[in-house]
Nanobody, 117 residues
Framework: QVQLVESGGGSVQAGGSLRLSCAAS?????LGWFRQAPGKEREGVAT???????TYADSVKGRFTISKDNAKNTLYLQMNSLIPDDTAVYYC??????????????WGQGTQVTVSS
């Protein structure tokens, strides 16, 4: 019901920046970015709710910024001061607000981010 398409990934040297975008076909209450590195579990990176409240993984606090353009149904992730551990496939996701937390049930196809030393 919600289609998500990520863009903006690529290769960058450590210390560099990238901006990821996610175009959505419709809006949902919960939006977020997740990533998965080879051999590792998928992890949450940053989230933003319809009310604008944001959360970040400890590993990216101070370096990444999540934002959205409601008029364009587009989600962004500004990634600064990138380090090799940021290398992963990044996915945008959308979902609904449950009793305790957001539950994500729509996922994009992913975009590769590679950070070299």
């Amino acid at each position: 019901q919600v289609q998500l398409v990520e863009s903006g990934g690529g290769s960058v040297q450590a210390g560099g920046s990238l901006r990821l975008s996610c175009a959505a076909s419709s809006s949902r209450y919960c939006l977020g970015w997740f990533r998965q590195a080879p051999g590792k579990e998928r992890e949450g990176v940053a989230t933003i709710a319809r009310n604008g409240i944001t959360t970040y993984a400890d590993s990216v606090k101070g370096r990444f910024t999540i934002s959205k353009d409601n008029a364009k149904n587009t989600l962004y992730l500004q990634m600064n001061s990138l380090i090799p551990d940021d290398t992963a496939v990044y996915y945008c996701a959308a979902g609904f607000l449950g009793w305790v937390r957001c539950e994500y049930n729509y996922w994009g196809q992913g975009t590769q981010v590679t950070v070299s030393s």
